[in-house]
Every structure is written in structure tokens, then in C-alpha cells.
T-cell receptor
Framework: DSGVTQTPKHLITATGQRVTLRCSPRSGDLSVYWYQQSLDQGLQFLIQYYNGEERAKGNILERFSAQQFPDLHSELNLSSLELGDSALYFC???????????????FGEGSWLTVV | GENVEQHPSTLSVQEGDSAVIKCTYSDSASNYFPWYKQELGKRPQLIIDIRSNVGEKKDQRIAVTLNKTAKHFSLHITETQPEDSAVYFCAAWGSNYKLTFGKGTLLTVNP
């Protein structure tokens, strides 16, 4: 158990709908990251928050948005869903915001999203 | 932005053999290179990492080497075992706060 909690674990929804994925980071971690993993793709970086502020942005679609709340949990909102949005969405957390050996990124179990 | 290339995409070895996975990165300011192992249906887990001021790091059967000049780093697994079968991802932390992953290598260790 990494200590990163994601809900829901599985979600099936229809095209055009909106869903919210929730993430609670490990205790003490200030950074939260969201990654998307499709069947034939690696881990695509979406966005990173550090202590409530957006720190880095990747290939996140305009239909997607995220935020980190004062209690450090984060939500990823996916709207106007398309079939191609079906994927495994990982949340991860770490203590800091930069790359160094002590700043290990721990992944949650992921949220499986299926759009039908 | 950072671009990480990983090869090979699939690798099949016999139990007891060595496995090598290679990655290149584009951002010369990248300073931290972790490797993750992902078993089927599971989350990625860190197995080893290396900083840019270190050329090699070893942890039991796993070692990582880094060549900053050539901007490439490699994962070496010796005496492979069936439980090493998984997808392995290299990653590079660039100057833009992003941890960019390679596309992964599916390693199969045949008994």
C-alpha cells in the first residue's frame, strides 16, 4: 500500500458525461500528480499541484481540469467524455516538487474509467 | 519539453540471464532519473533511481547507469527471475517540474 488513495476504483459512464476522480495523497506529501495510462501508451503526465498551486502542466485536454484543496486532496474533473478518454488514471504524490532522490513519487492504485 | 525514448518495447529472456533496458532524454537540465516497475493491473512502483551527479547505482540484482554527456541511462537486471516479469518505465525529471516517462518495456522472464 503506497498510502495514496484514489476513488472510485472503477467507473463506467456514457459519452458526453462528466466525472470526478478523487485523490488523497500520502500523509505529509505536498505534491499531487495526475497521469493517464491508455492500453498502448505509457504514463502521460497531465498536471501537478504543490501545496494547492498548479506547478506543472502536461498534455491535459481543455475538457479536463484539476485542483488541489487546502487539505491537499485533489480532484480531476473530466467533462464531455469521449470514447478515447477510456483509460487508467493514476494519482501520485511526493513530499516536494522537484526531482531528487528523497522526493519519491508514490502512485495510487488508479481509477479505471470506461466511456461507452 | 522533455522527451524520453525507451528501448526495447518488449524483451524476452531466459531465467538467470541478464536484461538491459535503455533510455535517452532530451533535456540537458534533467537531474533525476527513476525507474518504475508495473505489474499487470497494478500501480507503478519505484525500484531504483539515480541523480545526475552519479554515474552508477546498484541495489542487489538491479543497477542503473547514467551517461550525462550522451543523455542516456540504462537499467540492468542480473540473474533474472520469473517474478521480474513486468513493464518497466524509465523517467526523467526535467527543468520544467515534469517527470516524463518512457513508453515502457514489457519484460518476460521465461522459466
Amino acid at each position: 500500500d503506497s498510502g495514496v488513495t484514489q476513488t472510485p476504483k472503477h467507473l463506467i459512464t456514457a459519452t458526453g458525461q462528466r466525472v470526478t476522480l478523487r485523490c488523497s495523497p500520502r500523509s505529509g506529501d505536498l505534491s499531487v500528480y495526475w497521469y493517464q495510462q491508455s492500453l498502448d501508451q505509457g504514463l502521460q503526465f497531465l498536471i501537478q499541484y504543490y501545496n494547492g498551486e498548479e506547478r506543472a502542466k502536461g498534455n491535459i485536454l481543455e475538457r479536463f481540469s484539476a485542483q488541489q484543496f487546502p487539505d491537499l486532496h485533489s480532484e480531476l474533473n473530466l467533462s464531455s467524455l469521449e470514447l478515447g478518454d477510456s483509460a487508467l488514471y493514476f494519482c501520485a504524490s511526493s513530499v516536494g516538487a522537484r526531482g531528487w532522490s528523497g522526493n519519491t513519487i508514490y502512485f495510487g492504485e488508479g481509477s479505471w474509467l470506461t466511456v461507452v | 519539453g522533455e522527451n524520453v525514448e525507451q528501448h526495447p518495447s518488449t524483451l524476452s529472456v531466459q531465467e538467470g540471464d541478464s536484461a538491459v533496458i535503455k533510455c535517452t532524454y532530451s533535456d540537458s537540465a534533467s537531474n533525476y532519473f527513476p525507474w518504475y516497475k508495473q505489474e499487470l493491473g497494478k500501480r507503478p512502483q519505484l525500484i531504483i533511481d539515480i541523480r545526475s551527479n552519479v554515474g552508477e547505482k546498484k541495489d542487489q540484482r538491479i543497477a542503473v547507469t547514467l551517461n550525462k554527456t550522451a543523455k542516456h541511462f540504462s537499467l540492468h537486471i542480473t540473474e533474472t527471475q520469473p517474478e521480474d516479469s513486468a513493464v518497466y518505465f524509465c523517467a526523467a525529471w526535467g527543468s520544467n517540474y515534469k517527470l516524463t516517462f518512457g513508453k515502457g518495456t514489457l519484460l518476460t522472464v521465461n522459466p
